[in-house]
Structures are given as C-alpha cells and as structure tokens.
C-alpha cells in the first residue's frame, strides 16, 4: 500500500504526484512505468457482491453492478489482476469499451 506524499501542478490538465510504497510492492509492477493507474479503497461508493454456481459451487462469479455496466463489450477478453496485502487480495479487471 502506498501514500501520496506531494503533488505540484503542471502546466496543461497534468500534475506530479510523488508516492511512497513498499518496496514489495513496487516489484509487483515488474519494471513497467508507463499506463500506471492509481487507485484508493476509500474511494469506493458502489459495492457488489461475489456469487457461487455449479457442482459444490466450483464456479466463482465477480458481479458487476447495474450501475457499471454501461458501455462494457461482454464478448472481448479481460485482463485480470490479483494483488494481494496482509490483510485483502484485490482483483482489478480491465475491460475494453464499446
């Protein structure tokens, strides 16, 4: 987990932001440095729920709110993402849009 330590405006719509993290954690982006999103669990406000099906419930389903559904294509792949902390595992899926 990391924290925004300071941001300086730019010139244009882009600012600076300087984070600190944990080195772990910064591993984990495997030496990429561009298309980095940065996200925070405070800022959540639409929650969802995770379903089960099938034989002993083997199928395990993310459901997408009605409200998140818009302009998502249903028959593209998805590339997927887990992170895992101390205390969560974070999923973070990336969708095209239509």
Known sequence: ??????????????????????????????????????????????????????????TKYFLIPRELRENLKFDEKVKCQRIETDKKIIFVYAVEKI
Do not use: C, P
């Open 1 to 58: 987990m990391g924290t925004i330590i300071g941001i300086k405006a730019t010139k244009g719509e882009k600012v600076h932001v300087e984070v600190e993290m944990d080195y772990e954690e910064s591993l984990k982006l495997k030496g990429h440095i561009k298309n980095i999103y940065l996200f925070s669990e405070e800022a959540t406000e639409i929650t969802t729920n995770l379903s089960q099906r099938g034989t002993n419930e083997a």
